[in-house]
């Protein structure tokens, strides 16, 4: 017996409440409540946010379309529905004709062009977008469907990591600015300082824990440098780091790291220029800056680049700058352990566990594993790869066999490592970074200065562009071969000249900072098929976001300036205690509070033994630190969300990917117990397990646990596969007698069963009905048939055959069936 496929039919049915749906794709889904009931359960208002682009799979046989449109519009929202072209063929056109502007339905090989398109690329830029899964996308009756699910989730997740490495300038200038009082010296005062030495970067890799012993008992020869997120996992193990890195510019960057926070007395901080400022202005201790200081500036221009994407890219190079010959990597991994783990023991990712409903990537590992990595991963591990390859006098090594195998970093166990030990304790390096106190006030004064004539500039641009854009509105009403045409524009053409070499520097920032701004007015026209309104029209949009931008910018120098003036009212003689606590309320930065009452007392500066002021700071600063209500905390509750599970399922067992659906399996098990939706996805995918490791036995007997009023359509025609396969007649009946509820077009595979089983008279019933439903049906009448005619039953076949005729004169099987009886 053949496994039971589903079929698309194109009837429509119409349900007691007169609406019309494809019960080949939503099967019973509305037959006990109208949609507009279910699809208020099952969406709740998600599908109705403002200024959100809403990607949703599937239309339930339109019926998910005439609900959107039927309740009122969000504004600012559009809408990408995704069906596959089987069913796009069947909906009728009047559906079509009715979208409105906000909805198109689209089939996927759509989408991935629409989602570039400057109507939707605004959307992901700003991440404003969500995605939804109908209800016949859920079911998993349609194979299609958990494929969409599976490609629209990787294309987001591409087309996202491509523009926010596209766009991160903004947020980077941002964070910049606000860390130019803190930024004081650069990274290369450490330049070649350990050539042909032995260096270890640990990551928050899961073979992190691996290694553990092995560098405890080799601390003492061994120059650590770590990411920042497993830096307080390393003191508490009588491990601290000679550097700790940070490189992150998002706000989140401080929850990651507030263990850390505590250990600016006994390790450097290494941290990118645009570092998130919460962190780098809440040191209390000793750091370099990798990068530029300014933006406009070049007197550090020799210093060591900020690496990225990751802050292990960034450790790498520091690494190679600082002269290591030998680099080895430890918590490296670049994809997860094969059980799923993300991280290193401790971390709230390795309390979260494996993300139930996220659908990742796949790498091979040295030992010649696959493991899950996410996209994010795969860059960092190619953009090392590259490193690696560009500095072959840097012999790069992970301790790690199950790290994702990169071209140019090798594997070796650490038991076999030679170590050429850079003899010197972080303490001692800390003492080679000059002491920053008695510097502060000159290095304010000399950015406040910069960040003046950057106002200025800015203030000069922005001028400049509106005068440009006042000319270029008086081009549209003036003869294009007029001689004021020309003089006109001459002049715009001088103003633009003035910008690019005046103020080049600050119009190449403002450029970099807005990116998508800028990006409106190119086109991929050619330059002599240009109309005058076009030039015109991009003229405008040019000087516009030149206008938009330069204040934009101004008004984050401006607030650099605040920060500045702030640290300078810190080191005053007399400072208002109560306005300096406000301000570093303010700009988010309490913890202030400390670096203030140390400095004082290094300079020599009077400082009040207690201030309700200072000590608010205090508490906050704590607050922040202990509190832990960020939603980053909240990721285990996150990861076991089952909403995508099924597809994720699916997706692994369709590439045979064994040792993913272990990891999954392990991971739901504990959420069984009471939940049935758990209970029915952990069965199914161990009995998938047990298909991929050749054992049918088992992957039945797994499929038989789950409870049978938890069966779904998915569930038995599995369950009707391995029991036909292995000739359980009976269970096959009884799973089949099941699955015909879900549809009718299980109703000729059911016949067929019960012919195998003898039960002729429940067989021809069974026939007949599903031919009542499906009267057009060739193939099945030809069937019942050739069965009538195989019990004796001949003028039953000769009326079958027919029929068949009546369909399809020439029908050649008919022909020889009805030619046998006759003899």
Not at 325 to 333: N, P, W
């Amino acid at each position: 017996m053949t496994t039971p496929t589903s079929q698309i039919d194109n009837k429509f049915h119409i349900n007691n409440f007169g609406e019309h749906y494809l019960p080949s794709v939503n099967r019973k889904s509305f037959e006990c409540l109208d949609s507009k009931t279910v699809f208020k359960q099952t969406f709740k208002d998600q599908l109705f946010i403002e200024e959100c682009l809403h990607i949703v799979i599937g239309s339930d046989s339109g019926l998910l379309i005439d609900f959107i449109i039927n309740n009122e519009m969000p504004s600012g929202s559009k809408y990408l529905i995704i069906e596959p072209p089987a069913i796009l063929d069947i909906l009728p056109l009047e559906l079509r004709n009715k979208l409105p502007e906000q909805i198109k339905l689209i089939d996927f090989a759509e989408l991935q062009s629409l989602l570039s398109s400057d109507d939707y690329e605004m959307y992901l830029i700003k991440n404003q977008y969500m995605t939804h899964n109908s209800i016949a996308s859920t079911s998993g009756v349609i194979d299609l469907y958990n494929t969409y699910i599976h490609d629209t989730q990787k294309l987001l997740k591409m087309h996202n990591f491509k523009m926010s490495g596209i766009f991160q300038n903004k947020v980077f200038l941002i964070q910049q600015l606000k860390n130019t009082p803190d930024n004081l010296y650069p990274a290369s005062l450490l330049r070649n300082k350990f050539i042909g030495k032995t260096c270890v970067i640990i990551g928050g890799g899961p073979s992190l824990d691996e290694h553990i012993d092995w560098i405890t008992n080799n601390y003492d020869q061994l120059f650590i440098i770590t990411v920042s997120r497993v830096a307080a996992k390393l003191s508490k193990a009588n491990i601290p780091a000679h550097i700790i890195v940070s490189i992150d510019f998002q706000d989140l960057n401080f929850e990651v790291n507030i263990d850390a926070m505590a250990l600016a007395q006994e390790s450097l901080l290494i941290n990118s220029y645009h570092l998130n400022h919460r962190i780098i202005s809440q040191w209390q201790g000793k750091s370099l800056y990798t990068g530029s200081r300014l933006p406009w500036i070049k007197d550090d221009a020799n210093n060591i680049a900020s690496a990225g994407p990751t802050v292990t890219n960034s450790a790498v190079r520091i690494a190679i700058e600082l002269g290591f010959k030998t680099i080895l990597l430890s918590g490296v991994d670049f994809c997860y352990s094969s059980s799923g783990v993300t991280h290193s023991k401790g971390s709230v990712e390795a309390e979260a566990g494996i993300n139930n409903s996220r659908i990742e990537e796949w790498v091979e590992t040295y030992a010649g594993n696959q493991a899950e990595t996410p996209v994010q991963l795969i860059s960092a591990a190619q953009t090392l790869q590259t490193e690696a390859l560009n500095h072959p006098q840097a012999n790069i090594i992970n301790l790690s066999i199950n790290a994702a195998k990169l071209e140019g970093i090798s594997y070796q166990a650490a038991e076999t490592i030679t170590i050429e030990p850079a003899n010197i304790a972080p303490k001692q390096l800390l003492a080679m970074i000059p002491d920053a106190a008695e510097e502060r006030k000159k290095h304010y004064n000399s950015m406040q200065t910069e960040l003046h004539s950057a106002e200025t500039a800015l203030k000069i641009i922005e001028t400049l562009s509106k005068q440009a854009i006042k000319l270029n509105l008086q081009l549209q009403k003036i003869d294009v071969q007029s001689k004021k045409y020309r003089s006109t524009a001459k002049k715009i053409e001088l103003i633009e000249r003035e910008i690019e070499s005046k103020y080049s520097d600050y119009s190449y920032l403002i450029k970099q900072y807005g990116y998508a701004e800028f990006s409106k007015f190119l086109t991929t026209k050619e330059s002599a098929k240009w109309t005058v309104e076009e030039m015109q029209n991009m003229t405008h949009l040019y000087y516009n976001a030149f206008k938009l931008l330069s204040g934009e910018v101004s008004s984050y120098i401006a607030e650099a300036n605040k920060i500045i003036e702030t640290r300078q009212l810190e080191l005053s003689d007399d400072p208002d205690l109560n306005k300096l606590a406000k301000l570093w309320s303010k700009h988010n930065q309490p913890g202030r509070v400390h670096i203030f009452s140390k400095l004082r007392e290094e300079l020599g500066l009077n400082i009040a033994a207690t201030s309700e002021p200072l000590t608010k700071a205090e508490d906050e600063y704590h607050r922040q630190l202990t509190e832990k209500s960020h939603p980053y905390f909240s990721m285990k509750k996150r990861n076991q969300s089952l909403h995508n599970t099924l597809a994720k399922i699916t997706d692994l067992y369709k590439s045979k990917n064994q040792s993913g659906l272990t990891q999954l399996v392990n991971s739901i098990k504990p959420m069984i117990k009471g939940d049935a939706e758990a209970q029915r996805l952990y069965f199914l995918a161990k009995c998938y397990v047990c298909i991929l490791d050749n054992d049918k036995y088992a992957a039945l007997l797994a499929l038989q646990q789950i409870d049978e009023n938890n069966q779904t359509e998915v569930i038995l025609k599995q369950l009707v596969a391995l029991a036909s396969e292995q000739q359980q007649i009976e269970l096959t009946l009884s799973a089949l007698a099941k699955i015909v509820n879900f549809s009718h077009e299980y109703l000729p595979l059911y016949a067929h069963a019960l012919t195998i089983k003898g039960d002729n008279i429940a067989a021809i019933n069974t026939y007949l009905d599903y031919l009542e439903i499906s009267p057009e049906d060739i193939k099945v009448r030809l069937n019942l048939g050739a069965f009538l005619l195989k019990i004796g039953q001949n003028e039953g076949a000769i009326t079958c055959f027919k029929q068949v005729l009546t369909l399809d004169i020439n029908n050649l099987s008919a022909l020889n069936y009805l030619k046998q009886v006759a003899q």
